[in-house]
């Protein structure tokens, strides 16, 4: 009896020492200090320039000229596909170009500019034997038949004539479109060659090969991943409630999982407007401010992107705020409260309370 009469006092002891315990409450002064508020954000290192390599055809990867890390200039060859039939008709078109080539057909100018001058020989000749013929006419020597003959024939050779220039001037004309039209047709043909070599669009660094030799390139699949070899930036995922506070040039700290421990800086270069609404977030471009040694594209990166810092401010732990207007007196009364600036673990209070106030923190 003694032993159950003891093990129920031990029970009643730690239940009133836990409520004894479970009534305590926090309980704090405001305090002055500097509060910097501050939008957060993640994101990923990227090189200046980074692209993705599509082809713009669609073929098999004949030949893959460039390795990773090779470092590469603007319009370097980087891939290869085939393409016999496209090589066909650039060959078709250069040949047709060199047929169609204005200084080849000059033979069939010159021919149509001596049917020209015959025709004006004719047409000088005609001319001479009616005015001898009007001459004989008007002495009373020939028949009217004589002189009207001499007239048609004289109108016939004017008429060659005419009709040999037209036609100089038409074949001309012919000749000169089919060597243009020709030789746009090649430079067409060619540019299409071109479509299947694919070249580097930037001054970089190839990061990665994404395609085998072999395999079939679209246009929907990305083949290679070439960016600066030097230069990298931030690109950051920003949420649709925070875009409104972000300008140009604002400060961030940052750090990268890479380097942990190791805090970085840098700025707002620029703020994509278009929000991506499968994420709700707006993309922010930055430049590194300071930066580590060695750096790589698609490293993890967590930033605090600075809205303004407030020196001097009354302050309070933001678990202590109740509703975000409200705080609990050590009394047990509820204070209205006008809040300012805030970070992640202090807020403001503009009105409301004094550095000589006590407040507890509100239970859970």
């Excluded at 501050?38 to 990867?61: C, L």
């Excluded at 500019?113 to 020597?141: E, T, Y």
């Excluded at 220039?165 to 000169?176: C, F, T, V, W």
């Amino acid at each position: 009896m003694s032993c159950r009469l003891a093990r129920i006092s031990a029970y009643g002891l730690l239940v009133a020492l836990l409520l004894s315990c479970a009534g305590k409450v926090e309980k704090v002064k405001p305090l002055v200090r500097n509060i910097t508020e501050s939008v957060y954000a993640s994101g990923t290192v990227k090189a200046r320039n980074q692209y993705e390599v599509y082809s713009t055809v669609a073929g098999t990867i004949n030949d893959i000229v460039v390795t990773e890390g090779d470092i590469v200039k603007q319009g370097d060859p980087l891939v290869h596909l085939r393409h016999d039939v496209s090589a066909l008709n650039a060959m078709n078109a250069r040949l047709a170009s060199e047929y169609e080539d204005l200084k080849a057909n000059e033979s069939k100018l010159a021919a149509g500019q001596a049917n020209m001058d015959l025709a004006k020989a004719k047409l000088v000749n005609d001319s001479l034997l009616l005015v001898r013929q009007r001459n004989l006419w008007a002495q009373g020597v020939g028949s009217r038949v004589d002189l009207e003959q001499r007239e048609i024939a004289y109108l016939n050779a004017a008429t060659a004539y005419k009709v040999s220039k037209l036609n100089y001037a038409d074949l001309k004309k012919q000749l000169q479109f089919a060597d243009v039209q020709s030789k746009t047709n090649w430079k067409i043909s060619t540019a299409l060659e071109d479509d299947y070599l694919i070249r580097s669009r930037v001054n970089g660094k190839v990061y990665k090969i994404l395609k085998e030799k072999g395999e079939l390139a679209n246009p929907q699949q990305p083949i290679a991943i070439v960016g600066d070899a030097n230069d990298f930036l931030l690109e950051l995922n920003v949420d649709e409630y925070d875009i409104p506070r972000l300008q140009h040039g604002q400060r961030i700290i940052l750090s990268l999982d890479s380097y942990k421990g190791q805090i970085f800086e840098g700025r707002v270069r620029e703020i994509e407007p278009l929000m991506n609404e499968a994420s709700r977030s707006f993309t922010v471009k930055a430049d590194f401010v300071t930066q580590p040694g060695t750096l790589y594209p698609n490293l993890s990166a967590e930033a605090n992107i600075i809205i303004r810092t407030k020196e001097k401010a009354l302050a309070i732990p933001r678990s202590y705020l109740l509703s975000d207007s409200l705080v609990i007196l050590a009394n047990g009364q509820k204070r209205p409260v006008s809040v300012g600036a805030r970070d992640y673990q202090y807020a403001e209070i503009l009105q409301g309370l004094s550095q000589n106030d006590v407040i507890q923190k509100p239970l859970p």
